[in-house]
């Protein structure tokens, strides 16, 4: 038998050795593809830690262990540049609780702090500076703050409120919400809505 030859020997054996590892990258790519197909058959990818932490335990009842809360009643009382805000605070446990001291946070400028009083808010005397408070089962108070207003219009900003209260000498901190932004808060030189 003869063997006929075209091209130089180099060339030829480039084009072979070409061919080759094309077909080991084509063989590779299809078993990678079938891999990851029947792998990802198997169970739906989880997102869940592999060592799940114990469950927040959520209080759906009042009970001995009842963090103070909002009750959803807000007030707001305008005294030229100072503006006052309240909320009521309700203790729905079946123990005494002291009210230490309202963090309140103000995440954009326009306003400043000035006190924060148990009493509702334009209460004339009588209004405790907000700390030490001993709120009994089922009682109410207004947590109120006084703000000095930077700003023309108050409207677009908002006042988170956190509680720091104490029940049988051990210190916690409960949310309160607060204000998302005081665009219902009556305030001259702002329009509010009308209800």
């Given amino acids: 038998m003869d063997t006929i030859e075209t091209g130089s020997p180099v060339a030829s054996g480039l084009r072979s050795l ?10 590779a790519l299809v078993v990678g593809g079938l891999g990851g197909f029947y792998l990802g058959r198997g169970s739906p990818v989880s997102t869940a830690p592999r060592h799940p932490s114990q469950p927040t335990a959520q209080i759906l009842v009042p009970g001995g262990g009842q963090p103070p809360t ?7 009382a305008q005294l030229g540049d100072t503006l006052q805000l309240g909320l009521e605070i309700v203790n729905s446990s079946t123990t005494d609780v002291s009210l230490k001291r309202a963090d309140v946070t103000l995440p954009l400028a326009g306003l400043l702090l000035k006190e924060t009083v148990w009493g509702t808010c334009g209460q004339v005397g009588g209004a405790l500076a907000a700390n030490s408070y001993v709120l009994a089962p089922g009682a109410k108070v207004w947590l109120s703050m006084t703000f000095d207003v930077l700003t023309k219009c108050p409207a677009p900003l908002p006042v988170q409120v956190n ?33």
């Fill in 18 to 27: 070409r061919t080759r590892v094309g077909l080991l990258v084509a063989v």
């Fill in 163 to 195: 509680l720091v209260y104490a029940r049988g000498g051990t210190d916690a901190v409960a949310f309160l919400g607060g204000f998302s932004d005081l665009g219902d808060v009556p305030y001259t030189g702002c329009v509010t809505p009308t209800q």
């Fill in 70 to 76: 909002a009750t959803g009643n807000r007030c707001s």
